[in-house]
């Protein structure tokens, strides 16, 4: 059996611990502490595509941009970042995944068009943050706000469309009118967002029959649509060549008109001089026109001209030595 022995000072054990001392320990720790705490709680940093609310005593009393800054510790001074140059998205009737796979909401996509058809419509929204402080206390949940109202201004114009325009021709003015309606409700609201594009993912009829033939509609009115442009790229080719040879019929017409005017001012100049000579010698000019209307009618015949009393023949004369004929 072993047999321990201890001993102390007594003296050591009685001596009391100084109050004074563990008093200046607790100041110096609680110091340090305080310090870190300020040292910690008194900077802060933006990034590029944020802004900074400062609130102090939970009013707002600045906005800061990207960059390193100073605040007051200990909470009195709160900093609330906001991505404001960030561009984000609302996707209504369907829901993109983490791997690009697309999860489809028909409650969300169901609509009902302006002539009483069903559609499935999907949306795909982009918007901005343009007042941070707006943003974080304006409402209490802007987002929802947003997307509610685009839900509600979509039903509305679609509503108010054709199942025609909205599955083939109309898709570009539905955006234009959904952007329209949600950017003025927006700026009444004045929730600090700002709508930045509404487009059309996707549009199409809820059963596959009806998609079937909404596509032969569609094939035919490409089809339409192709003849057409054909139709007037043939114009565009034949109808110069049409218009150049019409001018040139116009040419002609224009000469032949031209020829047969001066052949009739020629034919009368030739009438009116006969007709001067007619008049100054009558009977001449009536046995000369006589013997010409006689050669022309009977060419094979033979004219001879008396030059005598009409009895000796050696006085006669042909009319080819006079006309010049063979």
């Known amino acids: 059996m072993a047999l321990y022995h201890f001993s ?15 008093r200046n320990t607790i100041i110096t720790i609680a110091v340090v502490a305080l310090v870190a705490v300020a040292v910690l709680t008194c900077f802060y940093t933006v990034d590029d595509k944020q802004q900074a609310v400062v609130t102090t005593f939970g009013r707002v009393t600045d ?7 100073f605040m007051l510790p200990f909470g009195i001074q709160q900093v609330e970042k906001v991505d404001v140059n ?13 791997d690009g796979s697309e999860v489809y909401n ?27 402080v707006k943003f974080l206390y304006s409402s209490t949940n802007p987002e929802m706000i947003l997307r509610n109202l685009i839900q509600s201004q ?16 109309g898709k570009e003015n539905i955006q234009m009118q959904v952007k329209t309606l949600v950017t003025e409700i927006l ?11 509404v487009r059309i993912q996707d549009s199409e009829p809820p059963t596959k029959q009806v998609i079937e033939a ?7 009115k490409q089809t339409a649509e192709a003849v057409v442009n054909e139709a007037k790229a043939y114009e565009n080719a034949e109808l110069p060549a049409a218009k150049a040879r019409a001018d040139q019929l116009l040419q002609n017409a224009q000469y032949l008109k031209q020829k047969r005017v001066n052949e009739a001012i020629e034919a009368v100049a030739m009438f009116e001089a006969m007709y001067a000579e007619y008049a100054n010698n009558p009977e001449i000019t009536r046995s000369r026109m006589y013997y010409e209307a006689i050669s022309q009618v009977l060419p094979n015949v033979k004219v001879y001209i008396n030059t005598g009393d009409g009895e000796n023949i050696d006085m006669l004369l042909p009319l080819e030595s006079i006309v010049g004929g063979n």
């Open 214 to 220: 909404f596509k032969a509609v569609e094939t035919a």
């Open 187 to 197: 700026s009444e609201y004045d929730i600090g967002l700002t709508l930045v594009d």
């Open 86 to 98: 960030v561009y984000q998205k609302i996707e209504l009737g369907y829901t993109t995944g983490s």
């Open 8 to 22: 102390f000072d007594k003296d050591k054990a009685k001596t009391p611990t100084d109050p004074k001392k563990l």
């Open 63 to 69: 906005i800061t941009d990207p960059g390193l800054h």
């Open 106 to 132: 028909t409650e969300e996509s169901t609509m009902i068009t302006g002539d009483y058809n069903i559609v499935n419509v999907d949306f795909f929204v982009e918007y901005k943050i343009s007042d941070p």
């Open 154 to 169: 979509v039903r509305n114009v679609v509503g108010s469309s054709t199942v025609d325009s909205v599955l083939t021709t």
